[in-house]
Structures are given as C-alpha cells and as structure tokens.
C-alpha cells in the first residue's frame, strides 16, 4: 500500500508536469488499489466476527458488500477520464 501512495503522489506530480490526463488516470488507478486493498482488510476483519444478537447469521455478507464497493470505486475511476 505503501509503495502504491508512493506512486499515486509521483505519477500526479508528473501528470501536471506533462499535462497528461493518461497519466493522472494511472495516478488515481493506484489511489484506487489503495482504497480496494483498505475496504477489503476491513471487511474481512468484520466478516470473522461472529453470529449474535444484533447479527444472528454473522457478518460474512459484508465481503459481498465490499467487493461491490470495490466495483463501483474502479467503474467511477475509469468513468472520469476520457483520453
């Protein structure tokens, strides 16, 4: 993740530079994995939990609803730049 930071602030600094939007939308491609990988460590730290009085089949449906999430956050990204 950390190495993804990296690159997402590298390649924005020379997306300005160059005035590329290519290279901006590769930017934003690795803030993307950053937030997918966060999203999916949370939900599978919640989705161990298990099955009570507020929850009684568990939490495992909160994979499903991330990896949704994660769809959605990559289908906006590549919706907003147009070459």
């Known amino acids: ?36 990988t966060l ?10 939990f298990d099955a009570g009085k507020d929850h009684p089949f568990g939490h495992g449906r909160l994979e499903w609803l991330a990896g949704a999430l994660n769809s959605i956050l990559l289908i906006l990204v590549g919706g907003n730049f147009r070459y």
């Open 1 to 36: 993740m950390c190495f993804n930071l990296t690159l997402f602030f590298l390649k924005i600094i020379c997306s300005y530079i160059s005035n590329s939007s290519v290279i901006a939308a590769d930017a934003y491609s690795d803030l993307v994995d950053v937030l997918s």
């Open 39 to 48: 999203i999916s460590i949370y939900a599978l730290w919640i989705a161990h």
